[in-house]
């Protein structure tokens, strides 16, 4: 499989748009564009690779990883798969954006149209994703795994030196930590992680270097 990063919106949001070289078949991860020029630059990607998005994927539904859902749902015709246990985050979305002072930018409820859950596989042709359950930043977090290319998409429970803050409505450190010890860390130290907001970094460096985890 082949990844592309974009960054979008005031929070830097990294969306991924991950596809399957042989089938072009692509998952969307996180679309946080936030207006008609992040939207545009999107679109322009993936019609210059000539991608066919068959998957929508949020790994939390906190509002900056949302913004783009809609603008994928209907330009592709996918259905949101996420976690469960994220529903009420995506229920009040409208109050995330007061939260964060937030205008002019998509607040409609967010709805799972697919669940999906920690040890589920998506799949891109013959290649697939692991579902990887890492609550704590929020009750129904996720990551996405590719064992064959060596990388996780973490969302917004680990960074490169970090973790997620838990101080949002349905956060609890304890889990967080106690996820990314179990579900994280234990993957090959090689494993490059692609986090939600700033640069990569790997399993083997995140195990060393991250204050959190010690």
């Keep these: 499989m082949k990844i592309k990063s974009l960054e979008f919106n005031l929070f830097g949001v990294n969306t991924y748009i991950i596809w399957d070289t042989d089938t072009m078949e692509t998952a969307v991860i996180d679309p946080g564009m936030s207006d008609p020029d992040e939207c545009f630059r999107f679109k322009q990607f993936i019609e210059d690779e000539k991608l066919q998005v068959t998957k929508l994927i949020n790994t939390h539904l906190h509002i900056d990883h949302t913004l783009g859902n809609e603008y994928v749902e209907n330009a592709f015709g996918v259905a949101l798969m996420a976690h469960s246990s994220d529903a009420p985050l995506g229920a009040n979305r409208a109050q995330q954006a007061a939260m964060f002072h937030l205008r002019g930018v998509a607040t409609d409820a967010v709805k799972i149209g697919i669940e999906i859950k920690?040890?589920?596989?998506?799949?891109?042709?013959?290649?697939?994703?692991?579902?990887?359950?890492?609550?704590?930043?929020?009750?129904?977090?996720?990551?996405?795994?590719?064992?064959?290319?060596?990388?996780?998409?973490?969302?917004?429970?680990?960074?490169?030196?970090?973790?997620?803050?838990?101080?949002?409505?349905?956060?609890?450190?304890?889990?967080?930590?106690?996820?990314?010890?179990?579900?994280?860390?234990?993957?090959?130290?090689?494993?490059?992680?692609?986090?939600?907001?700033?640069?990569?970094?790997?399993?083997?460096?995140?195990r060393v270097y991250n204050p959190f985890l010690r």
């Design 118 to 206: 920690g040890g589920d596989k998506i799949y891109l042709g013959d290649e697939y994703l692991e579902v990887l359950d890492v609550p704590g930043h929020s009750p129904g977090s996720i990551a996405l795994y590719s064992p064959v290319d060596k990388f996780v998409i973490t969302g917004d429970a680990l960074f490169r030196g970090s973790v997620g803050r838990t101080d949002l409505p349905g956060g609890n450190h304890a889990t967080l930590i106690d996820s990314i010890k179990t579900n994280l860390m234990t993957l090959p130290a090689d494993t490059i992680v692609y986090p939600g907001h700033g640069p990569a970094t790997t399993i083997g460096q995140e």
